[in-house]
């Protein structure tokens, strides 16, 4: 029985060893492109929130929720745009 689990452990090892860098780094890649659109996305609903608020406050609310929200949106877009300068070849 341990035999077999070593065995088992030593194929995956193996097998892991075998898959090239590059399909390793296309993987991260793919990874970094999927993230970057998530984040276009929730900066265009955020701004959108946000614009819809400054519309509608006539100078009763602040909008300093929305603002937060575009503001995280913001960051993971930045996080985002790191990832694929990372990741991504040109």
């Not at 998530?38 to 602040?62: H, K, P, Q, W």
């Not at 603002?67 to 877009?77: G, I």
Request: hydrophobic residues 40%; charged residues 25%; negative net charge.
């Amino acid at each position: 029985m341990i035999m077999t689990k070593q065995l088992r452990l030593s194929v995956a090892l193996a097998t892991l060893l075998a898959i090239p860098q590059p399909a390793l780094a296309g993987d991260d890649c793919r990874t970094a492109i999927d993230d970057y659109k998530s984040a276009m996305s929730d900066i265009e609903f955020a701004l959108r929130l946000y614009t819809v608020c400054l519309a509608g406050s006539r100078g009763n609310d602040d909008c300093s929720s929305e603002f937060l929200s575009l503001q995280n949106a913001h960051s993971d877009f930045e996080s985002a745009v790191s990832e694929i300068e990372i990741y991504c070849d040109d």
